[in-house]
């Protein structure tokens, strides 16, 4: 068996030629490098594991001190979370605000809210000089806990998280100019409620003449929002990154004043105390439609007239089945638009057993309540939204939802109106149509043509698309013009009692048209989803929402269920809309009475 080099004798190996030396000492030098990276690699997987056992042990630690911390492994989030009973996006957002600002007042550290740009977080100011103080007071507090901290992503960095019951945060982080921190909260089903984008991010500002003494500073000068000469920016404080009002506050502008968030007053600086221009200040209320197919009073009124339904128009058996909608459409309302002053819901002689009418915030506002004795009983939802406006009590602005509408993550009033009143309207990619009315088309093509010929006779022009299945902003001024513009139009539709080929799509294809034409409302997007329940992929549909990418609004509409599926889709939308909705809002009766 031939001997490795190094077995020979040296003057033996001189005798080798010098091209098979070579060869040899290549070799010799490869297995030497294999042998040492093996032995790296065997030591950096005894470090992973002696790692990965720390953090089990403090897991399991931070668990047995505090039962509601759980282990998530989803949804792109692996750590520790918190279970909570119950739900709201602001809530989540102003809860890791006191996980932070309760411990830099009980450290001692100033703070001060500022006014981020982001409808999830809240932000706080602190400065440069105070980052060791805040790095150790967070520890100390909640070196135990379910809280992340995290290193945002920016400008082509990743983001670098870490949480506190795993062990030392990582160095990136606590250099970081802004760093965030959160508990995720999940559902006791495991259902991941708000993740590290509701946290609270702390900022670290500092004096305008150390920007300048770095190296870089001249070019991050350049990237402030607020351009400021020099020598007031050097004895100004200066923000590491923009936010809605200004990245630098100059002497005459920190003046310190306070803000209530969530209950607590908080400190801040005068600036970011004001009402912004943009601002939504005026009040806005929600209308639900709403009709419990499921009731045999209402089932009997309806058959009694059914000889009045044109043809084709008359409602689906399956557009009156309850899946019990609206209460988890007034969940997602409760989950994410806290704007919101007052939820009327228009039903006809009904009320859902499981409602609170005399929860706090919510209204049932009956047919009789809004509609002429001659024009009921109705079961057309166009003439229903012929009357929505005479609501009384309702704001001048407002949101009009079908109970098939569903919030999917954090609004703002701003989602839906401009700050001077202007109405935002989202407009289908789905078009009504043209040429004359078609037998047997579907309600809402025949309901928009109508619309075109009113309104371009009107104004000369023509209406192609339709609106997104998402909730309508409304102006009860625009409402009342259209009842005196188009008296005949819109009192045929209030006075049909099932949908008809000459009805008119009052409340979005008409309102929004017209307000659009009378410089009230601006096209704007408003990311949806829509799903038609009864179809053969639905299901696949539904788990295409939960996968992403996020939106802000969903329908599940059951447009046409065939009878023998009604029991799989009833089964299949309660599994879904009970894990997306999982807590009772405050308008649900508890218990709900048999």
């Known amino acids: 068996m031939p001997q490795p080099d190094r077995l020979l004798p040296g003057a ?31 030591e950096r997987r005894d470090r992973q594991e002696r790692r990965r056992r720390r953090i089990a042990e403090r897991r399991d630690a931070a668990r047995a001190a505090d039962p509601q911390i759980r282990i998530l492994d989803a949804d792109g989030l692996q750590g520790p979370a918190r279970e909570v009973v119950a739900f709201t996006a602001r809530g989540a957002g102003d809860r890791n605000l006191g996980l932070v600002a309760d411990v830099l007042e009980s450290a001692g550290i100033d703070y001060f809210v500022v006014r981020g740009r982001s409808r999830l977080r809240r932000v706080v100011g602190v400065h440069e000089s105070h980052r060791a103080a805040v790095l150790e007071a967070m520890r100390e507090r909640h070196a135990m806990s379910a809280l992340h901290a995290l290193r945002p992503a920016r400008e082509g960095r990743p983001q670098v998280r870490s949480a506190y019951a795993d062990g030392a945060l990582d160095a990136r982080i606590k250099r970081a100019p802004v760093i965030r921190f959160a508990e995720p909260l999940v559902s006791p089903t495991g259902r991941l409620l708000a993740g590290l984008e509701y946290g609270c991010d702390v900022e670290f500002w500092q004096e305008g003449a150390r920007l300048t003494e770095a190296a870089d500073g001249p070019e991050r000068a350049a990237r402030l929002r607020c351009q400021t000469p020099p020598e007031v920016r050097d004895v100004s404080l200066v923000a590491p990154r923009p936010n809605l009002v200004a990245d630098v506050l100059p002497p005459s502008a920190q003046q310190r004043t306070t803000v209530s968030i969530g209950g607590r007053s908080r400190p801040t600086y005068e600036p970011f105390a004001w009402t912004l221009a943009d ?14 197919g499921d009731d045999p009073a209402h089932a009997r009124r309806r058959a009694r007239f059914s000889g009045q339904a044109p043809a084709g128009l008359a409602a689906n058996a399956s557009r009156y089945i309850s899946h019990d909608e609206l209460r988890y459409s007034l969940r997602s309302l409760h989950m994410y638009a806290p704007f919101v002053r007052h939820v009327y819901v228009v039903t006809d002689a009904q009320v859902p057993g499981w409602l609170d009418r005399e929860a706090r915030g919510i209204t049932v506002v009956d047919h009789q ?4 004795d001659v024009a009921l009983p109705t079961f057309n939802s166009h003439a229903i939204g012929t009357r929505l406006h005479h609501i009384a009590g309702l704001s001048d602005r407002y949101l009009y939802l079908n109970d098939d509408v569903f919030l999917a993550r954090p609004v703002t009033a701003e989602t839906f109106f401009h700050g001077n009143g202007i109405a935002r309207v989202a407009f289908s990619p789905f078009q009504l149509g043209v040429g004359d009315l078609i037998p047997g088309e579907v309600a809402p093509n025949s309901a928009g043509k109508n619309v075109r010929a009113l309104l371009a006779e009107s104004f000369g022009r023509g209406i192609t698309h339709k609106f997104k299945h998402a909730p309508h902003p409304q102006i009860r001024e625009v409402m009342l013009e259209l009842e005196q513009a188009y008296p005949e139009a819109v009192g045929a539709t209030t006075r049909s009692r099932f949908r008809s080929p000459a009805d008119v799509g009052f409340a979005a294809t008409l309102h929004h048209h017209y307000a659009l034409l009378t410089g009230r409302a601006v096209p704007a997007d408003i990311a949806m989803r829509y799903v038609d329940v009864g179809a053969p992929d639905a ?12 939106v802000d609004t969903f329908c599940l509409n059951d447009l046409d269920t065939p009878e023998e599926a009604r029991a799989a889709v009833q089964e299949m939308m309660r599994d879904f809309l009970d894990s997306r909705f999982p807590f009772p809002s405050p308008f649900e009766r508890t218990p709900v009475p048999a």
């Open 539 to 550: 299901a696949e549909r539904l788990a295409r929402l939960e996968a992403g990418p996020p």
């Open 12 to 42: 033996v190996r001189r005798l080798l030629p010098s091209a098979v030396r070579a060869r040899r000492a290549e070799a010799d030098w490869v297995a030497a490098e294999r042998a040492e990276r093996e032995q790296e690699e065997r």
């Open 369 to 372: 309540d809004i509609f002429d």
């Open 279 to 292: 601002e939504v200040t005026f009040p806005v209320d929600v209308v639900y439609t709403w009709v419990d």
